[in-house]
């Protein structure tokens, strides 16, 4: 895999194309239209939760509802108790009952009264959540107008530098420009380097033992940081 003129040509070509992406991405109105989808799917996500919460709440509402219905069925009986004690029935039992049944609509009224402030604060955040949610989408389609405005105004210069690209990229071998193109992807830039003083740009020095196959410009993977490495 030998380093070539061309593929330094192209290194440099896309070196120019590299300046170009690197200032898009770093634009102010890309970073904030990227903050504001992150702060969109945040609330979406709670927005989410809220609603399983809201749901369940609704359950023990209902279950509530059912046991309102079975204490004041108990109370019923309650309507012929002057009947029942001149009938001779024993006072201590009914008043015992009467208590139990009063115990349990109390605690009921207190569930219920609790269930109800938890359906207040969901409603509250659930409003919040959804003013955050209209800010942060007016924030996105502003700043995305912008960054692609910037982006656009980008456009010519970089078809000619990718169309510079791909007529150098058919002088180069096609697997020594996969690979290349592989560690650009992965971040890796200037993929191609000149060692120095056997050392690479990253400072790691050439191991004794692989020195002999940079014979011929032959190009080696540093082992350190992966760049393809060179004996100018
Ligand atoms: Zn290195």
Known sequence: MPVSNELLEYQKVDAGLRKIEQEIASTEERKKYLQARKIMKAALDRLDSLDRHAAELIRLRDDLAA???????????????????????????????AQTLLDRLRSVKAELNRLLGEIDKIAAEYKKLMEQGRQANKQYKENKEKADLIEQAHDGEIKALKGKLREIGKTIDPKILELYSMKRKEGIFPVVVPLT???????????????????????????????LIYKA
């Open 67 to 97: 046991r309102v219905e079975a204490t004041s069925k108990g109370l019923e009986e309650y309507e012929d108790i002057d009947e029942l004690l001149e009938g001779g029935a024993d006072v201590g039992f009914y008043k015992k009952n």
């Open 197 to 227: 003083d056997w050392m690479c740009v990253c400072g790691v020095e050439l191991p004794l033992l692989h020195r002999s196959e940079l014979a011929g410009g032959n190009m080696i993977e540093c082992e350190h940081c992966r760049r």
